[in-house]
């Protein structure tokens, strides 16, 4: 499986034709305390950037973009219904949710793991 990242920091990894997204580790720092999180319907389709979610916390709301152009396959109930998940286990058990690719080709213009520590510093 390969992780990739974007500038609005966002994850995603990806198995076969399925990618899962959430948010990183300094999204989470930054928004502090989450507390609701708006996820996109089973079956939407969303190209590359549109906004796909919401999370709230205790400071901020934040979009949550699309790493790349798919359809929503699964949505991360468990996160819905404790929201604290995002910040206790961001890059596990906080997923949002899975996408099914449309083009794949668009993750690599997606940031590794060591050139998004050196953009979000």
């Known amino acids: ?7 609005d920091h966002e994850w995603i990894t990806v ?8 948010i ?32 709230e916390s205790v400071k901020a ?11 929503i396959v699964e949505v991360n109930e ?10 206790s286990d961001p890059l596990g058990a906080g997923w949002f949710f899975k996408v099914k ?3 794949a080709a668009q993750l690599d213009a997606l940031l590794d793991e060591t050139a998004y520590k050196a953009f979000a510093g």
């Open 1 to 7: 499986m390969t992780t990739k990242y974007t500038e």
């Open 15 to 22: 198995d076969g034709d399925i990618a899962t997204v959430g």
């Open 24 to 55: 990183t580790h300094h999204a989470q720092d930054a928004l502090g305390d989450v507390v609701f999180v708006d996820l996109p319907a089973v079956g939407a389709t969303f190209a590359q950037k549109d906004v796909a979610g919401v999370v």
């Open 61 to 71: 709301a934040a979009d949550v973009y699309m790493p790349i152009d798919g359809e």
């Open 78 to 87: 468990d996160l819905r219904n404790d929201p604290a998940l995002a910040n």
């Open 101 to 103: 690719l449309s083009n």
